[in-house]
């Protein structure tokens, strides 16, 4: 059985119903955008009977899809004395244009370049579009409230009209867009002021045989979808909504909670500035607390645990309110996790969507995830995840597979989650890692600082959230680029990440591009230690000393990669 209608009612019919209620916006969909080009191009098109494309909509009473609703931009609320029977998904923007440019009186609020609004009134010079159809949109002209229009005469120069009274409009044959579809009197009053001039007549019933008729018989192509899922009509609106913003599951739930008067934006907002006080959470969205959210909820429900789509879309006001504020503080719990595994920023989080089954997992095991035992099988899953890529594809599946797996195991024992065993390291990946934007090179960034206990090498201070960002701390050269260069060295080879370690900026800056047997004294002489603490300092960076101080590049290479395939192995529990 089809789920869609199509029909295609007059351009007229269309934009009455707008203005009478009968056709409205739900909630989710954002506001109107458009700039003065795209409406003369919009008003152009018709004026030629050129296509504008199909408008989708939702039969709102075939549904039992429940939106908080709103009125198309423009539409007077005391003309409108129902609750819709439709809703635009796709075509707002045109549909909004042609809705404020034919039948309204009080222009139309546009964009200009620098996003500032301005309200405009469209016109058609009547010469203009009796002549070359190629230059329709030149004949359609706007200008501001005072109804002065800047024009080119015949031989080039700037003039300007007032069209502020139809006497004007008359006189200098410019029709107003907003009278189309309620043209008589000004046509009748444009014959008088012509004193029944026949060239005159002759050309008014051309304009409107060409131009106001075509608008008048213009159909609309139109899609209405019914007895649609929210899940559905999510999906159908990422899918047609290409030209204007995305509509995501955050935007639709939003739309299904108002109605019942919960504002779930407003809600997010709070929780929003609560969370990103923590540096860690700060890419953290709306769609991420939902997804944390869900796992808890349908776990609780004894249904198949998930947080996908059409499990969001599901949600009820009352089973948000059930676990909004635990999750909350799941995501708190989960800040506090990354700073111990020395994950202090946002854009060091190797993985933001593995944040989602975290924040779910310390949810749901409460008090009993802040034991060391708890939290080292949280930290072995939590690395397996990362240096294991596993959050590199679709996450919904892994999320949900992770969060319940996890805490199965840890609340009851038995075998350990497929992450877990399913995770793998090759020690070859290492050199391969060259650029921060991934996310293993994130994830061995913050293991080489919580594995050896890293400190920075001048100051000697153990690297903490206070440290990392007061210091400046960053991964940077070893052997020193400009060193490595000089020497020939592979770039491919002296820029990946067994070449890398967190240096605070003034210690980068002492380094410099000298040899290490050269930078060594200089760093031990200003922090006032000898080589053998400079030595432990090392040690705590996975960095044979003694081939550091050699210069010895290749020595130096084979033995942290080493070093760091082990710390990778321990930290997967894999040795």
């Not at 407003?266 to 959470?281: A, T």
């Not at 206990?453 to 940077?476: L, N």
């Not at 900026?505 to 080589?531: F, K």
């Amino acid at each position: 059985m089809s789920t869609f209608d199509i029909g295609q009612p007059f351009l007229q019919d269309l934009l009455k119903e707008i203005g009478s209620g009968k056709i409205q916006l739900p909630d989710f969909q954002r506001g109107w955008v458009w700039n003065d080009d795209r409406i003369r191009s919009l008003i152009a098109s018709i004026s030629r009977d050129f296509p504008i494309g199909s408008v989708l909509t939702l039969k709102a009473r075939d549904t039992d899809i429940c939106f908080k609703t709103r009125l198309v931009a423009g539409v007077n609320a005391t003309d409108v004395h129902r609750e819709p029977d439709t809703l635009i998904l796709d075509g707002q923007q045109r549909l909004t244009a042609l809705f404020q440019t034919l039948m309204s009186k009080n222009g139309v609020s546009t964009r200009n370049a620098q996003g500032r609004t301005r309200r405009l009134y469209y016109y058609l010079d009547m010469k203009a579009c009796l002549g070359n159809e190629t230059e329709r949109e030149e004949a359609v002209v706007s200008c501001g409230k005072d109804h002065r229009l800047q024009v080119l005469t015949s031989n080039g120069k700037a003039e300007t009209i007032d069209l502020s009274s139809t006497q004007d409009q008359y006189e200098k044959h410019m029709f107003p867009v907003h009278k189309i579809f309620d043209s008589s009197d000004w046509k009748q009053g444009y014959i008088q002021h012509w004193n029944q001039d026949a060239e005159k007549i002759t050309s008014l019933f051309k304009f409107d045989t060409e131009i106001i008729q075509r608008f008048n018989q213009y159909e609309v192509p139109i899609i209405e979808l019914s007895g649609a899922s929210k899940e559905a009509v999510c999906l159908v609106f990422e899918k047609v909504n290409t030209g204007g913003i995305t509509l995501t599951v955050f935007e639709l739930l939003t739309a299904s909670l108002a109605a019942e008067n919960f504002q779930l934006r407003d809600d997010w907002e709070l929780r929003k500035k609560c969370l990103r006080e923590h540096k860690g959470l700060r890419k953290l969205d709306g769609i991420n607390f939902l997804q944390a959210l869900t796992l808890i909820d349908t776990k609780n429900l004894n249904a198949a645990v998930s947080c996908k789509r059409k499990e969001i879309l599901e949600l009820d006001r009352k089973r948000y309110e059930e676990w909004a504020d635990q999750i909350e503080v799941g995501f708190l719990k989960a800040a506090r996790f990354l700073h111990r595994q020395k994950v202090f920023n946002a854009k060091d989080v190797p993985y933001s969507a593995q944040l989602v089954p975290l924040a779910a997992i310390l949810t749901d095991l409460g008090n009993r995830s802040e034991t060391e035992e708890v939290q080292q099988k949280i930290a072995r899953w939590y690395w397996c995840g990362v240096l294991g890529e596993m959050y590199a594809g679709a996450t919904d599946t892994q999320s949900a597979r992770d969060f319940s797996e996890v805490t199965t195991w840890i609340k009851e024992g038995g075998k350990e989650p497929t992450t877990i065993r399913e995770a793998n390291f090759q020690k070859k990946r290492l050199s391969e890692l060259r650029t921060r934007g991934s996310a293993l090179y994130k994830g061995i960034h913050a293991l080489m600082m919580h594995d050896g206990g890293a400190c920075d090498f001048r100051t000697g201070i153990p690297i903490d959230e206070k440290v990392f960002f007061a210091d400046r701390i960053d991964i940077h050269h070893i052997f020193p680029r400009a060193w490595c260069q000089r020497e020939g060295i592979d770039r491919n080879i002296y820029n990946s990440i067994i070449n890398k370690t967190a240096i605070s900026a003034r210690t980068n800056q002492m380094i410099g591009g000298r040899a290490p047997s050269e930078y060594l004294p200089r760093v031990e002489g200003t922090a006032g230690i000898d080589e053998d603490e400079m030595d432990k300092r090392l040690a705590g960076h996975l960095i044979s000393a003694d081939a550091l101080r050699d210069d010895d590049f290749l020595s130096f290479f084979e033995a942290r990669e080493e070093a760091l395939f082990r710390v990778i192995q321990k930290a997967m529990g894999k040795i």
